[in-house]
């Protein structure tokens, strides 16, 4: 009887783990609390390989709720490619192979080896996309949501062979604070 109750406690957690939110089955949408979060405006800064840089990331549902869309524009020109970073990414969701995935879109266009293309694995606060360079190299770009001080930090690394590499992309994202001018009463 032990044995039942267990197998049973230990399918309903691993269903809960694995499994959207609820309104995910009656509408078909894609929903999900943790990237609820990312929703909105935000600044970030950030180090890309040693350089400091910052940005705006603008992040919506999109296509009747199907998508997430993450919109990044640097404030900056990047050196290395002489224009500002710009970057579309729709994060979704297979119902069937019950898995994210992701759909990206940059400066670079369809010169990256990943193509675009990723899966993306949630843990807790953590979303983990990870894209395949290649045979044997991997990116892994971790989302974190800090609920304590209502911030997301995205860290990116390579890994070659099965080896982690340093972290070549740091991100600290901060809610932008609404314009003063939305919060000032309409006069007549």
Same mark, same amino acid.
């Given at each position: 009887?032990?044995?039942?109750?267990?197998?049973?406690?230990?399918?309903?957690?691993? /269903?809960?783990?694995? $499994?959207?939110? #609820? $309104? !995910?089955?009656?509408?078909?949408?894609?929903? !999900? !609390?943790?990237?609820? @979060?990312?929703?909105?405006?935000?600044?970030?800064?950030?180090?890309? @390989?040693?350089?400091?840089?910052?940005? =705006?990331?603008? $992040?919506?549902?999109?296509?009747?709720?199907? &998508?997430?869309?993450?919109?990044?524009?640097?404030?900056?020109? /990047?050196?290395?490619?002489?224009?500002?970073?710009? &970057?579309?990414?729709? /994060?979704?969701? *297979? @119902? *069937?192979?019950?898995? &994210? =995935?992701? @759909?990206?879109?940059?400066?670079?266009?369809?010169?990256?080896?990943?193509?675009?293309?990723?899966?993306? &694995?949630?843990?807790? *606060?953590?979303? #983990?996309?990870?894209? #395949?360079?290649? =045979?044997?190299?991997?990116? =892994?770009?971790?989302?974190?949501?800090?609920?304590?001080?209502?911030?997301?930090?995205?860290?990116?690394?390579?890994?070659?062979?099965?080896?982690?590499?340093?972290?070549?992309?740091?991100?600290?994202?901060? $809610?932008?604070?609404?314009?003063? #001018?939305?919060?000032?009463?309409?006069?007549?």
């Amino acid at each position: 009887m032990k044995k039942i109750c267990f197998l049973f406690l230990f399918t309903l957690i691993a /269903i809960q783990m694995f $499994a959207q939110n #609820k $309104a !995910d089955t009656i509408s078909g949408q894609f929903h !999900d !609390d943790l990237l609820d @979060h990312l929703v909105g405006k935000w600044n970030v800064t950030s180090i890309a @390989h040693g350089s400091p840089f910052t940005s =705006v990331i603008d $992040a919506k549902w999109v296509l009747n709720h199907q &998508y997430l869309h993450v919109h990044l524009k640097s404030n900056e020109v /990047i050196p290395w490619w002489h224009v500002q970073m710009e &970057y579309d990414e729709f /994060i979704g969701y *297979n @119902h *069937n192979s019950k898995r &994210y =995935v992701v @759909h990206g879109m940059s400066i670079e266009g369809d010169e990256d080896l990943s193509e675009g293309f990723c899966y993306g &694995y949630r843990t807790g *606060n953590e979303f #983990k996309v990870v894209a #395949k360079f290649g =045979v044997d190299s991997l990116v =892994v770009q971790r989302f974190t949501w800090e609920p304590a001080s209502v911030s997301w930090n995205i860290k990116s690394n390579w890994v070659i062979a099965g080896k982690e590499g340093e972290v070549f992309l740091e991100m600290k994202l901060v $809610a932008a604070k609404p314009s003063s #001018k939305k919060n000032k009463p309409v006069s007549k």
